[in-house]
Nanobody
Framework: QVHLVETGGGLVQAGGSLRLSCAAS????????LGWFRQAPGKEREFVAA????????FYADSVKGRFTISRDNAKNMVYLQMSSLKPEDTAVYYC???????????????WGQGTQVTVSS
């Protein structure tokens, strides 16, 4: 079992930045690929970014590439999502999730946090 808790969401103006954090506890954190997903009202949950076990490889959705950066600290059992140049369309609940193997599909992730709201005003 991996327990995930996201923090760092909030209200920000377009063009601003936010840093989301996800704290993990339970099973060996470094054994899992960590991902960030988001879900806007009335829309399906979508992949945002993922990072490999060691942190050496990162993957991004085209919509956030160049603006968001995912990172992890296995010593602290933390994963982060640095978001810059935010747009109103980035408004969503952001979720941290864990999976044994890399995937962009929400159903492939075994463990999920409760989510944190990010709202970008125009």
């Amino acid at each position: 079992q991996v327990h995930l808790v996201e923090t760092g969401g909030g209200l920000v103006q377009a063009g601003g930045s936010l840093r989301l954090s996800c704290a993990a506890s339970g099973r060996t954190f470094s054994n899992y690929v960590l991902g960030w997903f988001r879900q806007a009202p009335g829309k399906e949950r979508e992949f945002v970014a993922a990072i490999s076990w060691s942190g050496a490889r990162t993957f991004y959705a085209d919509s956030v590439k160049g603006r968001f950066t995912i990172s992890r600290d296995n010593a602290k059992n933390m994963v982060y999502l640095q978001m810059s140049s935010l747009k109103p369309e980035d408004t969503a609940v952001y979720y941290c999730a864990a999976t044994p193997l890399y995937s962009t599909t929400p159903g492939e992730y075994e463990y999920w946090g409760q989510g944190t709201q990010v709202t970008v005003s125009s």
